[in-house]
T-cell receptor, first 112, second 114 residues
Framework: DAKTTQPPSMDCAEGRAANLPCNHS???????VYWYRQIHSQGPQYIIH???NNETNEMASLIITEDRKSSTLILPHATLRDTAVYYC?????????????FGKGTTLSVSS | NAGVTQTPKFRVLKTGQSMTLLCAQD?????MYWYRQDPGMGLRLIHY???????AKGEVPDGYNVSRLKKQNFLLGLESAAPSQTSVYFC?????????????FGSGTRLTVV
């Protein structure tokens, strides 16, 4: 699985958009980009994933660059409850039992 | 619908003691996983199971054993606890053929070994 690089921490004002970057310069053509988040003391929660096209769901938007070497997770209107560690994971599908390599992620702090 | 339930939520062990962590899921998922998370680190896979009666090693299996006697339960055992096993343990499950989008995690067990 491709290695990812994320900033260790980011701050965002409540109600503003939070843009979380992820670099994955060694990504292969068949690898997806997944985003998870982990709110303090809870298990990780799936947010969104994509291959090459931009994606949007009820939680967030995912923007993947044309060369697929980086991506940005966008929380359009951040709330205090979005304070969490956000993990960018790159992998091929989900073979049985293979690990999700979480890395250290980005700690997003949303303040009022 | 409880999802993935882990017991206990907290435990303190003395070095050398043994214990079993229980993970139960009510979603009829085929796959189950045990992870550990250390401060400032991401999750690392300890062991996993692709079905009842089957288990396999993950990234960091040493010092742990697992069993999957029933489809809904996945047990993680520490035979002789060591301080290095102080961590937060997460269980997860996913359905047959399900990808990372369908992986459901429990709320964790915080274990301290003194």
């Amino acid at each position: 699985d491709a290695k990812t690089t994320q900033p260790p921490s980011m701050d965002c004002a409540e109600g503003r958009a939070a843009n979380l970057p992820c670099n994955h310069s060694t990504i292969s053509g068949n690898e997806y980009v997944y985003w998870y988040r982990q709110i303090h003391s809870q298990g990780p929660q799936y947010i969104i994933h994509g291959l090459k096209n931009n994606e949007t769901n009820e939680m967030a938007s995912l923007i993947i660059t044309e060369d697929r070497k980086s991506s940005t997770l966008i929380l359009p209107h951040a709330t205090l409850r979005d304070t969490a560690v956000y993990y960018c994971i790159v992998r091929v599908g989900d073979q049985a039992g293979t690990a999700l390599i979480f890395g250290k992620g980005t700690t997003l702090s949303v303040s009022s | 619908n409880a999802g993935v339930t882990q017991t206990p939520k907290f435990r303190v062990l003395k070095t050398g003691q043994s214990m079993t962590l229980l993970c139960a899921q009510d979603m009829n998922h085929e796959y189950m996983y045990w992870y550990r998370q250390d401060p400032g680190m991401g999750l690392r896979l300890i062991h996993y199971s692709v079905g009842e009666g089957t288990t396999a090693k993950g990234e960091v299996p040493d010092g742990y054993n697992v069993s999957r006697l029933k489809k809904q339960n996945f047990l993680l055992g520490l035979e002789s606890a060591a301080p290095s096993q102080t961590s937060v343990y997460f269980c997860a499950s996913s359905p047959l053929g399900g990808g990372p989008t369908s992986r459901t995690f429990g709320s964790g067990t915080r274990l301290t070994v003194v």
